[in-house]
């Protein structure tokens, strides 16, 4: 809808005032970034109003920001069109001891290609990524290069997991699981993401224990704490 409605968003700006409220940081897309540029061309006046974010509000399952690496998307697989790039980034990030911070995938006002190609505006209902598919998906492309012996890399079935819900609401969730694991763990509803840590600090080890999900995970975290 912004992208293809900016022009709308902005009529009468010069004489009244026009809101656009978001969810997470306003600036967190490149889309409101648009948006700015095109009030400063159209020399409308704006102000930013920042808002807490994923990117930030993560911090609730103890893993220290400033040890984050690249945010990687991780989006729904179709049947022919499995894309792994996320994948290659979140190795680069645990080369480098960083956490990743994966967002996953949000499908809003899709249409089949039948309504697409006949123009009717009929839209399929929101798809929602969850933490245990996305770890289903990770988890495929681990098993699928190590067979195929393409990469060099340490993310393994147990390679810790964290992932968070719901994040900020009464009914927030955190679980700490092994990448096999969290394939099985049901988050509930809608929002969900992922963490996959890098290096941690003793407290951070600490800190996931908190949200274990099993005796495994638990005493890969003890491990953890011990090096």
Sequence with gaps: ?????????????????????????????????DLILRAVEKGLQYRVIHNASIMNAVGCCG?????????????????????????????????????????LDIKMKEQTI?????????????????????????????????KDKTTDSDLTPDTVCVAVARVG??????????????????MGSPLHSLVIPGNMHPLEGQMLTLFAVSGRVRQLLEEIEKR
């Design 114 to 146: 039948e309504n697409l190609m006949k123009g009717r505006p009929i839209y399929e209902p929101p798809r929602f990524l969850s933490a245990s598919q996305a770890c289903k998906q990770l988890l495929e492309i681990v098993q699928q290069r190590d």
């Design 1 to 33: 809808m912004v992208e293809q409605a900016s022009d709308e968003l902005m009529e009468g700006a010069d004489t009244e005032d026009i809101a656009f409220l978001v969810v997470g940081d306003p600036l967190g897309a490149t889309t409101h970034t």
């Design 169 to 186: 609401a009464s009914d927030q969730k955190i679980s700490v699981a092994t990448l096999e694991e969290m394939c099985d763990v049901d």
């Design 63 to 103: 893993l220290q920001l400033y040890s984050y690496g690249e945010t990687v998307s991780i989006v729904f697989w179709e049947k022919d069109w499995k894309p792994e790039s996320f994948y290659d980034k979140i190795l680069v990030n645990r080369e480098r001891g960083m956490h990743t911070l994966c967002l």
